[in-house]
């Protein structure tokens, strides 16, 4: 008779931003949202910094790469070049900043930056996370496509047969902070294996396993349905390396029958039925545009 491994017991964690999932073990049900409650934790704790205050001006180049003209730095160019103008007078400076009132021209043409959109969708099994797939095949784009006048990106990756939250946005800068890696965006995913995840395996992957392009952290993983179906797991984890989850649990000869984002830098897919969007409320706009800077402030504290 084999002899059955103990699981270890789940070590504490200290850190408030961290998911502890066996605490709330009993909420993991496939039908339900188990992380519903951080999204209300982390922005009701969130104070912006000073640091990053709002401001109602906007550097000459950020404003004419943010209306789509060109980046930062061919901006800086043109206004070297004398090619912008802002209340119809030529500006050289460097780092000029734009009133909100202020006409801006790019070779006498007014430019104007287009309004911010975020969206969040509950993305199906079965759509690219692109914006176009020149084999004609299903991407997310289609799925908002009723939103005219603004050019979305999808932030973050998905693959085809994943599913879950996901970020579409035209602010180019937030896109850009929230997929770098130093944003550290956390990620939570509810995973169904193809056969149960052995204790041996577990202590493993919260070791760190190695891949080929280096060693995987996670932050935490656990089973998430009660002892007896141990295909069930949560993982918790900041990697933006591609197929990160899937190739964990294939090194260690598992395949992943399903894949599951619920949770995403602080948003997650509360009453949101699979294949449908909706706005961002103000309040999560306001905690995305500071999570980089929170952060940062957070760790030099600590």
Request: net charge positive; charged share 35%.
């Amino acid at each position: 008779m084999r002899k059955r491994i103990s699981r270890a017991p789940i070590q504490p964690l200290t850190s408030p931003n961290k998911t502890n999932f066996q605490k709330n073990k009993k909420s993991f049900v496939p039908k339900n949202d188990p992380f519903a409650y951080k999204i209300e934790q982390s922005v009701k704790d969130f104070k912006p910094p000073k640091e990053e205050a709002v401001s109602d001006e906007t550097r000459l180049n950020k404003f004419i790469s943010n209306a789509g003209v060109c980046s930062r730095r061919q901006a800086d160019e043109y206004i070297k070049a004398g090619y912008v103008s802002v209340n119809d007078a030529v500006v050289l400076e460097m780092g000029y900043k734009v009133k909100p009132k202020d006409v801006v021209k790019f070779k006498n043409k007014k430019v104007q930056n287009e309004k911010k959109v975020y969206i969040l969708l509950n993305k199906p099994k079965g759509y690219l996370t692109t914006v176009s797939d020149d084999r004609e095949r299903q991407t997310v784009m289609d799925l908002v496509s009723t939103v005219k006048d603004a050019r979305l990106y999808p932030v973050g990756r998905l693959d085809r047969n994943s599913t879950g939250v996901l970020l579409l946005t035209n602010d180019g800068e937030l896109a850009q902070k929230l997929s770098h890696p130093s944003g550290e965006v956390t990620k939570v995913y509810q995973v169904e294996l193809d056969k149960a995840l052995d204790s041996k395996d577990l202590l493993k992957i919260r070791a760190g396993v190695e891949l080929e392009d280096g060693k995987a952290n996670v932050d935490q993983v656990d089973y998430t349905l009660p002892r007896g179906d141990d295909r069930h797991v949560g993982i918790e984890l900041h990697s933006g390396k591609n197929r990160i989850v899937r190739r964990i649990f294939e090194s260690l000869g598992y395949e992943v029958q399903k894949l599951d984002r619920v949770l995403y830098a602080g948003l997650t897919k509360k009453n949101l039925p699979r294949a449908k969007w909706r706005f961002l409320t103000e309040k999560e706009v306001i905690f995305l545009k500071y999570f980089i800077a929170n952060k940062k402030e957070k760790k030099a504290k600590e």
